[in-house]
């Protein structure tokens, strides 16, 4: 089955323990995203990847790092979390291009205490 | 002004209705245009997509552009009570190159009684 995959589904933590949330998709696709949903906000991207070892910056990439060293997984580290981090994180991938269709994984629900 | 603007809702309508759920936009150069459901606590899931102006008709749902307006539709006729879930519209400008990224409304929650 084609899918996006996430983990952690849900995890809670305390500010500055370091953590990863991994994403892997079985779909060859080369493009992939991190988002993150809050209330009142929508999706807003975090990074974003056209390749492997191709990382850039989206819209809100402050207090997050990735890395794409697999075509499959991108990985979305959180060094020293802190409460604004809380929030549901969504990884992405597309095969045709970062404005083109999306498949996103089930979610991760984080909250940092 | 955002460059995407989409109603939050929430729209409550009856088993059976025609459902219309829109989008407005302020960049004339988006061209590519998504609808996405979005059940509780889950992904965004992909609906339809289209390219440029006019419809796209996919079993009881209906994507319509109207770039003249900067307005984008979908409808949802004979609408289930499983219709119900946020939709999330989301559009591009892609002809700009390849790392265009997509630009998203809030999303509306739309709910359908039995």
């Known amino acids: 089955e084609a899918q996006v995959t996430q983990n952690p589904r849900y995890l809670i933590t305390v500010t500055g323990k370091k953590l990863t949330v991994t994403c892997s998709q079985n779909m060859n696709h080369e493009y992939m995203s991190w988002y993150r949903q809050d209330p009142g906000l929508g999706l807003r991207q975090i990074y974003y990847?056209?390749?492997?070892?191709?990382?850039d910056k989206g819209d809100v990439p402050e207090g997050y790092k990735v890395s794409r060293k697999e075509k499959r997984n991108f990985p979305l580290i959180l060094e020293s979390p802190s409460p604004n981090q809380t929030s549901l994180y969504f990884c992405?991938?597309?095969?045709?291009?970062?404005?083109?269709?999306?498949?996103f994984g089930p979610g991760t629900r984080l909250t940092v205490t | 002004q955002k460059e995407v603007e989409q109603d939050p809702g929430p729209l409550s309508v009856p088993e059976g209705a025609i459902v219309s759920l829109n989008c407005t936009y302020s960049?004339?150069?988006?061209?590519?245009f998504m609808w996405y459901r979005q059940y509780s606590r889950k992904g965004p899931e992909l609906l339809m997509y289209?390219?440029s102006s006019g419809n796209k008709e996919d079993g009881r749902f209906t994507a319509q552009v109207d770039k003249s307006s900067k307005y984008i539709s979908l409808f949802i006729r004979d609408s289930q009570p499983s219709d119900s879930a946020t939709y999330l519209c989301?559009?591009?400008?892609?002809?700009?190159?390849?790392?265009?990224?997509?630009?998203w409304g809030l999303g509306t929650s739309l709910a359908v009684n039995p």
């Open positions: 992405a991938s597309s095969f045709r291009g970062l404005g083109y269709e999306q498949y």
């Open positions: 289209t390219y």
């Open positions: 960049n004339s150069a988006f061209q590519y």
């Open positions: 990847s056209m390749n492997v070892e191709v990382t």
């Open positions: 989301a559009m591009s400008s892609v002809n700009a190159g390849n790392n265009r990224k997509l630009i």
